[in-house]
């Protein structure tokens, strides 16, 4: 998410810091083109011209205009801008003391609601300590209600259930669902209830009356609306209808690892002036996180977001017992790093959200990423030539000749010379990984981050690539001329 926007403001910025000196004229200009950049990125047309007015005024003032570098300044505006746009959020859950707190999650249908309420159990359960329970109250989509079921037993939250609604209409009535499972949830001593309700492909078929009832006689002590980030501008649009109907409380956005453009996130807020809380970055019950409007602008003006980096390193590294942490350590320490060790590391990348997120969060590294390369299909490739080798190949690459290469690249699809130059590549990982056992977490992101910026870690580096030819060989005394020119110049140095 927000790669498109992260260049577009990128290449704006860059203008404006290539002038010799900033007039009211190149400001203009150069703020011109980040309007255009947010309006591509499905930024609301209102939201866009605001947020530039307020930029380009704060820009021209004379304090601005006189310092040494005065576009750095400018972009320290429009962080500031995109900060005020997103947030403050106050991420507190209002949780009754005398009875069980409910939250209701309402949303259209696809939005993603049903996964939702599964992950937001886990985070109540995991970080807050309570007892969730969930509350199938989408009795129109008997598949919503199994769903349900089975992320409940994924997680071990219990799920309160009546049945889909009858063709007759004499089935279970949903408000009745509700208030049933409150009672419930009083009687088995469960101290949180979350309203799975029914969700429609448009906002027009919502059933807005059922929902509005359910708020007037069950009394959610929260109303999250849940939002499709894929859906930019329908997204913005839905969350005005459901806070006219339902006053939120907040917005959980979903699917923004994907290919959001980042239009809903920084106009959701300032249109509805209800705050994101929570955004789905996976598929995974985990992958809920707080929304930071902070670490969210960081990463549109293309800074990263270190932070969150590390957050997704420990939440990792906890799934992994003390043993195998100590073992992995030591492993490194002597340089015993092996092709199944590399592989793990695959894994573990995929647990943090994938190569593509975890690059667009590291500063300088979101834009190496080239416009229609994927990473994680490069590494897939990476992990077929691995998977190709016997056990004895990858615990020691060495013994890795031509005849094996060749077996290797039938079985992964990949060419001998592209093994073999994967093989030469491990090699320098390798005395990477034995020097970064030695640092701290934060030493090995900033050692990372200085080798994103220098060009040793993108995307397709791993990956073997087909030789550009110059279209011209150089002769024997082209080439003899060079070293003799290379030693006059090392001569000098000296």
Not at 148 to 155: A, D, F, N, R, T
């Amino acid at each position: 998410m927000f790669e498109g926007i992260q260049r577009g403001l990128s290449d704006a910025l860059k203008r404006l810091s290539g002038r010799g000196r900033l007039t009211e004229a190149n400001i203009r200009e150069g703020l011109q083109q980040v309007r255009t950049v947010l309006l591509d990125a499905d930024v609301n047309f209102t939201v866009a011209n605001d947020l530039i007015g307020r930029v380009t005024e704060k820009s021209l003032g004379q304090d601005v205009l006189r310092t040494i570098n005065p576009s750095e300044q400018i972009v320290q505006i429009i962080y500031t801008e995109l900060v005020q746009l997103m947030g403050p959020v106050d991420h507190r859950f209002h949780f009754a003391k005398d009875r069980p707190t409910v939250l209701m999650l309402c949303g259209l249908q696809g939005s993603g609601k049903t996964t939702t309420a599964g992950k937001l159990a886990l985070l109540l359960r995991e970080k807050l300590g309570r007892k969730p329970m969930l509350v199938a109250a989408d009795l129109q989509r008997p598949a919503a209600i199994e769903q349900l079921k089975v992320l409940g037993e994924q997680i071990g939250v219990p799920v309160y259930t009546e049945g889909p609604a009858a063709s007759d209409g004499k089935g279970p009535n949903p408000v009745d669902v509700c208030r049933n499972a409150l009672a419930h949830a009083k009687k088995t001593l469960l101290d949180t209830v979350i309203l799975d309700t029914a969700g429609r492909l448009h906002i027009a078929e919502m059933p807005m009356e059922e929902l509005k009832q359910i708020d007037r006689l069950v009394k959610p002590d929260d109303v999250f609306l849940v939002c499709d980030a894929m859906t930019g501008q329908d997204a913005v649009n839905s969350s005005k209808a459901f806070n006219d109907a339902l006053d939120l409380n907040g917005v959980i956005l979903t699917k923004l690892d994907g290919d959001a453009r980042g239009g809903a996130a920084l106009s959701i807020k300032e249109v509805t002036k209800v705050p994101i809380k929570f955004v789905g970055v996976g598929e995974k019950l985990q992958a809920l996180d707080e929304f930071v409007p902070e670490r969210m602008a960081q990463r549109i003006i293309g800074h990263g977001d270190i932070m969150g980096v590390i957050e997704k390193v420990q939440r990792v590294q906890a799934e992994l017992t003390q043993e195998e942490i100590e073992k992995q350590q030591k492993k490194l320490e002597k340089g015993d790093f092996s092709l199944d060790d590399f592989r793990k590391q695959f894994e573990m990348m995929a647990k943090m959200g994938g190569m593509r997120d975890l690059m667009s969060q590291m500063p300088g590294m979101g834009d190496m990423i080239p416009e229609g390369e994927d990473p994680e299909q490069a590494i897939k490739r990476i992990q077929g030539m691995i998977d190709s080798m016997t056990k004895e190949e990858r615990r020691n690459p060495d013994v890795i000749d031509l005849s094996r290469r060749r077996r290797i690249s039938a079985g992964s699809g990949s060419e001998p010379h592209e093994v073999k130059q994967f093989l030469n590549q491990f090699d320098q990982v390798r005395v990477l990984m034995r020097q970064m056992a030695q640092m701290s977490l934060w030493q090995r992101l900033k050692m990372m981050t200085g080798m994103g910026k220098a060009g040793m870690f993108q995307p397709g580096a791993m990956m073997p690539k087909t030789k550009i030819g110059t279209g011209h060989r150089k002769t024997a005394k082209e080439r003899a001329d060079e070293r003799k020119k290379k030693r006059k110049q090392d001569k000098k140095r000296r």
